[in-house]
């Protein structure tokens, strides 16, 4: 076991185990995630991202393995860890009976700021994440987006070192998806690591310069989100036959033409294959058409998560129950 | 406010952003007092808020006050107003001690929220949000209890033992309470949900609070009702209370509810800290 973290890691992590019962939550994470940068962690319901955040931040004891977070020994130096980094859990965590201006005042106080110095702090907050007008309203009646602008400032009420956001964008409309976006770019000019969990393949590539991704307690794959795309192939062709009734017959051709496997999908018209290299998709649509296979429809795609799992697993990411949540 | 035509400004102003996101200041630690005091502060926010709690446990003892000492006060007692001086001090024992299952309501509604986790995660002395809940509760406790009295001088309730009566049994009262909320608190880790909190809260408090000497005194009752009776604490925290608000002092019956306070807290005071930290 190493005994001295490395100075340039935000995050170094070995090994990290999370039993629940029989449950292996999280079994043997290592992460390693350099300063300053947006590090996301991806995968699917279940997966035991929410479990690793949890025990990253103090919340949960892991059960085996070793992290040191900003150089601080997880175990050994809860306090210190707490003093450097910052919470956004996957439910908003304020409270709803009070306003919003009450939530940040409590945390400012908390967190050791005088009765004036707290009410300033909160104005500017409130201010900067665009909820100076909803300041004195009840959070209940908030919308998803401002809740979560609010859980976002309520993490950064005193500018933490590294931030960890569960989850931010889940269940938020685009242009609070947007904002969400712009504030994790803007912490990061700040000078703060952020570490978030998605399960968009889409939003980790936009905001995260390095990605892991998470699969049954594990990390399966670790890279640039360029290096993770190559790994699965650099697009998915997507088809939509007039005819259903040759669904089989294009199934041969393309495995012919494309020298890759054809996956059938829900809708019993369309085929996918995944492309290792884009310019076959023309070959592949002539091929197509000497045969008198019509199409409907075809897009050529970036890689889902969905096919970056089943890729890198060999299985789709399917919706499990979530684990972490329910301790 | 700067807005480009290709990418209109998403926030009143991104200026405001990165100035609230500049700030490194570290204000240092709060201390384990002005954390707790924090919490409390947030409680007594939650009951300008959220009334209906404080409307609840204080309408049903009203209603018990209306209906007793009218319907049952003459045959009790002789007299409604008679009966009143002896039902009204237990009536603010059944009050507040129904509204100490809010603590445990409200604990876990921290909990399954989520709320507790960022709580948890503060480098503040861990116990805090605890203590200053359990404080602002005590606020609560006593807005309840006034609330009763005032009602009950209203109806005619003189308390013989002045000021000073009506201090001791309040404060004998709310120290009872502040034991007892720690059970409520035990169990509100315990449960899932918030309602299976109130709920099973509730239907503690019934035998608890009924079956008691608050209505009328054991001696005509079934043995092992009788027995019950007098070893419910209840029933020696409305027998002290009476004696402090009539203007004597039941020695006796003071030392039981202190010790059963003492038992309350010192059992699941601990229980409820160790739940805190490492169950949730």
Redesign the interface.
């Known amino acids: 076991m190493q005994s001295n973290p490395n100075t340039e890691l935000a995050i170094e992590a070995h090994g990290l185990i999370k039993h629940f019962g029989g449950t292996k939550a999280v079994n043997g994470v290592d992460l390693l995630v350099p300063r300053g940068m947006v590090y996301g962690v991806l995968g699917p319901n279940g997966a035991g991202k929410t479990t690793t955040i949890?025990m990253l931040?103090?919340?949960l004891k892991p059960d085996g393995g070793h992290a040191w977070v900003m150089g601080h020994d997880l175990v050994r130096d809860v306090?210190a860890v707490?003093?450097c980094?910052?919470?956004t859990?996957?439910?908003?965590?304020?409270?709803?009976?009070?306003?919003g201006r009450?939530n940040l005042v409590?945390?400012a106080?908390?967190?050791?700021?005088?009765r004036r110095?707290s009410k300033e702090?909160s104005a500017?907050?409130l201010?900067?994440?665009?909820l100076?007008d909803a300041a004195r309203r009840?959070v209940r009646t908030y919308s998803g987006g401002m809740r979560r602008r609010l859980d976002i400032a309520?993490?950064?009420v005193?500018?933490p070192d590294l931030i960890f956001l569960d989850e931010p964008t889940t269940g938020l409309d685009p242009?609070s998806r947007?904002?969400v976006w712009?504030?994790v770019r803007?912490?990061v000019?700040?000078?703060?690591t952020v570490l978030l969990t998605t399960q968009y393949l889409d939003e980790a590539d936009q905001l995260a310069d390095r990605i892991a991704v998470i699969d049954h307690g594990k990390v399966i794959a670790e890279g640039t989100g360029g290096e993770l795309k190559a790994s699965v192939g650099s697009g998915a062709l997507h088809l939509r036959l007039k005819n259903p009734a040759l669904l089989l017959q294009a199934e041969g051709i393309l495995t012919a033409v494309l020298n890759a496997p054809v996956v059938a999908e829900a809708d019993p018209a369309t085929l996918m294959a995944r492309l290792a290299d884009t310019s076959k998709a023309t070959d592949a649509l002539a091929a197509l058409s000497q045969a008198g296979i019509e199409l409907e429809q075809f897009s050529l795609g970036q890689p889902s998560l969905d096919e970056v799992f089943l890729a890198l697993t060999g299985h789709p990411a399917e919706s499990e129950e979530k684990i972490g949540e329910q301790? | 406010m700067n807005v480009s035509p290709d990418r209109p400004s998403r926030f009143a102003s991104n200026e405001a952003l990165n100035r609230a996101l500049s700030t490194r200041l570290r204000p240092g630690q709060a201390s384990a007092w002005t954390a707790s005091l924090a919490f409390a502060w947030r409680g007594v926010l939650k009951i300008k808020h959220i009334p209906e709690q404080l409307i609840d446990v204080t309408m049903t003892p009203i209603l018990f006050t209306l209906m007793f000492t009218y319907l049952f006060g003459g045959a009790l007692a002789g007299s409604p107003t008679e009966y009143l001086q002896f039902l009204l001090p237990g009536i603010l024992v059944m009050t507040v001690l129904f509204s100490t299952v809010y603590s445990g309501v409200t604990i876990n509604t921290d909990v399954t929220k989520g709320v507790s986790d960022r709580f948890r995660s503060l480098p503040v002395w861990s116990s805090a949000p605890l203590v200053g809940s359990v404080l602002a509760d005590s606020v609560r406790y006593l807005m309840a209890a006034l609330v009763g009295l005032s009602f009950g001088m209203l109806l005619g309730f003189r308390p013989e033992g002045g000021v000073i009566g009506v201090v001791a049994g309040l404060s004998l009262l709310l120290v009872f309470a502040f034991s007892l909320s720690w059970v409520f608190t035990t169990m509100g880790l315990w449960m899932k949900t918030p309602n299976a909190v109130m709920n099973l809260g509730f239907m503690a408090m019934f035998p608890l609070t009924f079956m008691s000497n608050v209505f009328v005194e054991p001696e005509t009752m079934p043995g092992w009702l009788e027995w019950w009776v007098n070893v419910n604490p209840v029933s020696s925290l409305a027998t002290a209370m009476r004696a402090f608000m009539h203007g004597t002092f039941n020695l006796g019956q003071v030392i039981t509810v202190l010790l059963a306070s003492a038992a309350f807290t010192g059992v699941f005071a601990p229980l409820t800290l160790y739940l805190y930290r490492n169950k949730v």
Not at chain 1, 89 to 99: H, I, K, M, N, R
Not at chain 1, 109 to 114: K, V, W
Not at chain 1, 127 to 130: G, I, N, S, T
Not at chain 1, 189 to 192: D, N, S, V
């Open positions: 949890r931040s103090t919340l306090g707490r003093g980094v910052s919470l859990g996957q439910y908003a965590s304020v409270d709803e009976d009070l306003t009450e409590l945390l106080r908390l967190l050791g700021y005088s110095a702090r500017e907050l201010e900067a994440f665009d100076a009840q309520a993490s950064i005193v500018t242009r947007n904002q712009d504030i803007a912490l000019a700040g000078g703060t301790q």
